[in-house]
């Protein structure tokens, strides 16, 4: 069994994307590879959960109060 990484971000932390986040399918009311937020948009850690699989952080950022979209710590960085 994989050990947990620790989240290295936390609830309610501001943060950015690093690159377009696009929908790889699990976002049900956009098309399969639209863009749900732009690199360098900002928005707000509003949980933080464990990837069953993995053992890794997933991190629901709300971003500009339009959306809530499930990100890698590889996919954002702190503002």
């Known amino acids: 069994m994989i050990e947990p990484r620790l989240p290295k971000y936390q609830w309610g932390q501001r943060v950015q994307a690093l690159a377009d986040l696009r929908n790889d399918g699990s976002y049900p009311d956009a098309e399969v590879d639209a ?3 732009r690199a360098g948009e900002a928005g707000e850690i509003v949980q933080v959960g464990t990837h069953t699989e993995t053992n890794t952080p997933v991190y629901l950022i ?5 959306r809530v979209i499930g990100c890698l710590e590889e996919e954002i960085e702190p503002l």
């Open 35 to 37: 863009v749900l937020a």
């Open 62 to 66: 709300e971003f500009a109060g339009l």
